[in-house]
């Protein structure tokens, strides 16, 4: 049976749990997945969740984060879709937070290391490690067509974007190769504005460029100008949280493109776009390793494991979660 708990439904738990914080926790695949992944790890198999509403009130965030910090059964948590309005909330009841989430202003992992709170944000991790595993697969399917010789399209510009950024930032300053250049599109100018200061702030030096666009039809028009063999993401959430594509069934993807959608369940229109234009070398590519990132780099957080990001050790967690 599965136990989801609201704010205003908290209580101790009887047994050692982890937990998932977000909309409608119960209806998610990992309510079943994670207690088979736990009993091959070694690891207590219970999970519950906890359904918040979006754009919830402070206090709520706070009772949320006060509960999982006060109840010796709580283990850690996994946090989605609240993870900025939680960071902003509770930050002071935190005893520690990474560098990743002081600076996303987000937290997507909540641990305990003895008395001590400590909230982690992990998707500058996922997104550049299934980022890594594409490009990697993918300079070695064509020939000279490596990370440093395309360019990425990112369609929205929330906390994914900005998170795969991030990565992308960490991998020039470390002088990996990077895009020859970054255009980020989104509906509103307030999230290219709030991305901008970021990088401003970071001192970010690979080009990019920062597209108002409103309709699927202006995001058409963006694509039409990337050079062959462009990555195109689509984090937008459309596909997913909501129904629908960022682009429109018109669309053409530059030759050899990849379209890399962050979703992997959903209607995932965005994938059947690019499906039908296989016949220009256009490789989908879903979300579902984005997912086993997620998942995993903050369990590993929260239990302190040394899970793989790749070979037979990852392989078999995947092949478990696909069972």
């Known amino acids: 049976m599965t136990t989801v708990l609201t704010p205003e439904t908290l209580e101790n738990q009887p047994e050692p749990t982890f937990f998932f914080v977000g909309v409608t926790t119960g209806s998610s695949s990992i309510m079943t997945v994670f207690p088979r992944w736990a009993e091959h790890l070694g690891l207590p198999p219970r999970i ?40 902003k ?45 594409i490009v990697g697969e993918d300079t070695g399917a064509r020939e000279g067509a490596g990370a440093a010789a395309r ?18 930032h960490r991998l020039q300053q470390a002088g990996q190769p990077v895009p020859t250049r970054i255009v ?7 999230r290219l504005d709030e991305m901008r200061a970021f ?21 058409d028009e963006v ?24 682009l429109t069934d018109a ?12 979703n992997y369940r959903g209607d995932l229109v965005f994938l059947d776009q690019a499906r039908r234009q296989a016949g220009r070398g ?12 997620g998942w995993t780099r903050v369990m590993d957080q929260v239990f302190d494991l040394r899970i793989p990001t790749s070979g037979p050790g990852f392989d078999q967690l995947s092949e478990i979660a696909r069972r």
């Not at 980020?184 to 307030?190: A, D, L």
């Not at 669309?251 to 962050?262: C, I, M, S, Y």
Request: hydrophobic letters at 40%; zero cysteines; a negative charge.
């Open 89 to 133: 909330a509770s930050r002071d009841l935190f005893d520690e937070v990474g560098e990743s989430a002081a600076q996303l202003d987000e937290i997507s992992s909540i641990s305990k290391r003895g008395d001590r709170l400590l909230g982690h944000a992990m998707d500058d991790v996922t997104a550049g490690l299934a980022y890594d595993a």
């Open 184 to 190: 980020v599109t989104n509906r509103r100018p307030g």
């Open 282 to 293: 256009v490789h989908p590519v879903d979300g579902w390793f984005y997912f086993l990132h």
């Open 251 to 262: 669309v053409g993807f530059p030759d050899g493109a990849v379209a890399w959608d962050f």
């Open 151 to 168: 360019e990425l399209l990112l369609l929205g510009a929330g906390g994914s974007s900005l998170a795969l950024t991030l990565h992308l």
């Open 223 to 246: 694509l039409s100008g990337l050079a062959p063999g462009a990555i195109v993401v689509n984090a937008t959430g459309l596909g997913k949280d909501r129904p629908g594509s960022p």
């Open 48 to 87: 519950a969740g906890i359904d918040i509403p979006l754009d919830a009130p402070p206090e709520v965030y706070r009772r949320v984060v006060e509960y999982l910090r006060d109840d010796p059964n709580a283990l850690g948590a996994l946090v989605t879709t609240h993870k900025l309005n939680l960071y």
């Open 199 to 219: 990088h401003d702030r970071l001192g970010f030096r690979i080009p990019i460029d920062y597209v108002v666009a409103p309709s699927p039809e202006q995001n």
